[in-house]
């Protein structure tokens, strides 16, 4: 059974920063891919960030040159970094882990961006 647990969501002001985590309950190297989605009421989930088992990365446009995507295998985590947020990034963020063709998602983190 894989599980995925998020955390670091919360409210902050915009231009603040925060630093979401999602815990796997096994070796995220054994993910072909791990990465961070959101979802606001009434709109489809939307990537926001990935990286794979290579390390490469990509980004949605509204998340270039704000937001990081990093892992630590160690501590099997994977971590969005957040900063200069917009009251737009206000969204229930989820983690997605994919091994071959079966996705896992986590239950999601509220993050709240005031203006």
């Known amino acids: 059974q894989v599980q995925l647990v998020e955390s670091g969501g919360g409210l902050v002001q915009a231009g603040g920063s925060l630093r979401l985590s999602c815990a796997a309950s096994?070796?995220?190297?054994?993910?072909?891919?791990m990465g961070w989605y959101r979802q606001v009421p009434g709109k489809q989930r939307e990537l926001v960030a990935n990286?794979?088992?290579?390390?490469?990365?990509n980004y949605a446009d509204s998340a270039k040159d704000r937001f990081t995507i990093s892992r630590d295998n160690a501590k099997n985590t994977v971590y969005l970094q957040m900063n200069s947020l917009k009251p737009e990034d206000t969204a229930v963020y989820y983690c997605?882990?994919?091994?071959?063709?079966?996705?896992?998602w986590g239950q999601g983190t509220q993050v709240t961006v005031s203006s």
């Open positions: 096994r070796s995220i190297s054994s993910f072909n891919a």
């Open positions: 990286i794979d088992i290579s390390g490469s990365t």
């Open positions: 997605r882990g994919r091994i071959v063709l079966t996705a896992y």
